[in-house]
């Protein structure tokens, strides 16, 4: 036997909900990162679109004499400049953005509807312009560091032991190591089975492991292939024979350095158009301004085995 309807004595939650103005929030993007390495490399501003990169030939050939006290014929000597320098482009990362102005017109409250499409676009291009400074084939970190410079782990997760080897392969002013967050978090693992759990630092307001005073910034633009990833240690700024970041300035509609919005036009179609472009590119100065620790094991967990990372 069904029980007879009850007419609800009270307004309820669900029905006031219709006639409530709700809190609205911005579009949230869960691709949106840190950028912490835009952020510690020094940019430099770009004529004409290219950076020339200067270096000494046969830095071994320049003679200098410690002399004594007699007076012997003091050498002769000149620095010699590589005759085919390598010149870097700057390349640009760039899309049209479409938004309709009746959308505009219409849906612009609380927040603009053009301002909110540019800054998600802004947003997705800056995540592919660190993808792009630390994986590009021709300018990217890891397609630009000297044979010498490239490490083996001794034993597959990254270990101290491992860092200090990247240490002494960038031992003038180290500024930073850079890896994905899963292989910090795996190096953070073999410093506590060894006892020596690393300190941390502050940066940008945010906590970061460090070795050696060195601290070691995340970034997910970092390639992970078979649970196997990679840690770089870097130099940076032009002064220190470091790696730069290369951006073009004073572009027409210039947001940021390098980046530039600049509206097209409307169509026949009431499609309001904008151009977002954003040119950089990055240099390293001398070889041994990059070391990387390649083959880094990143689920390697020493209490128990998971079955599914």
Request: hydrophobic share 35%; aromatic share 8%.
């Amino acid at each position: 036997m069904t029980e007879p309807y009850q007419h609800p004595t009270a307004l309820g939650d669900v029905a006031a909900r219709q006639l409530a103005n709700a809190t609205k929030t911005v579009a949230q993007l869960t691709t949106i990162s840190p950028r912490w390495l835009t952020h510690l490399l020094q940019w430099v501003p770009v004529e004409a679109g290219i950076y020339r990169l200067n270096r000494v030939k046969d830095e071994g050939n320049v003679n200098v004499d410690c002399g004594g006290r007699d007076e012997r014929e003091l050498p002769q000597t000149f620095v010699d400049y590589d005759e085919n320098p390598r010149e870097y482009l700057l390349t640009a990362v760039n899309t049209v953005l479409d938004v309709h102005t009746r959308v505009s017109d219409l849906y612009s409250s609380p927040y603009n509807q053009i301002a909110e499409q540019l800054r998600l676009t802004i947003e997705t291009i800056k995540e592919r312009q660190e993808s792009e400074l630390i994986n590009n084939k021709e300018y990217g970190l890891l397609s630009n560091i000297a044979p010498r410079q490239r490490l083996k782990t001794l034993a597959g997760p990254p270990s101290p032991d491992d860092l200090d080897e990247l240490l002494a392969h960038v031992w003038k002013e180290p500024g930073f190591f850079l890896g994905h967050p899963r292989a910090i978090a795996a190096f953070g693992r073999e410093c506590t089975r060894r006892g020596v759990p690393p300190p941390t630092v502050q940066l940008f307001g945010a906590q970061f492991l460090t070795w050696r005073g060195i601290p070691l910034i995340p970034s997910d633009k970092l390639p992970i292939v078979h649970n196997k990833s990679s840690i770089l240690l870097l130099r940076t700024g032009e002064r220190r024979q470091g790696v730069v970041g290369l951006y073009q300035p004073n572009l027409p509609g210039e947001q940021s350095p390098g980046l530039s919005v600049r509206f097209m036009g409307i169509d026949h179609r009431a499609i309001a158009s904008y151009l977002v472009s954003l040119y950089c590119s990055l240099a390293v100065l001398t070889d041994d301004a990059i070391a990387v620790l390649e083959d880094v094991e990143i689920a390697k967990y020493h209490d128990y085995q998971p079955k599914y990372r």
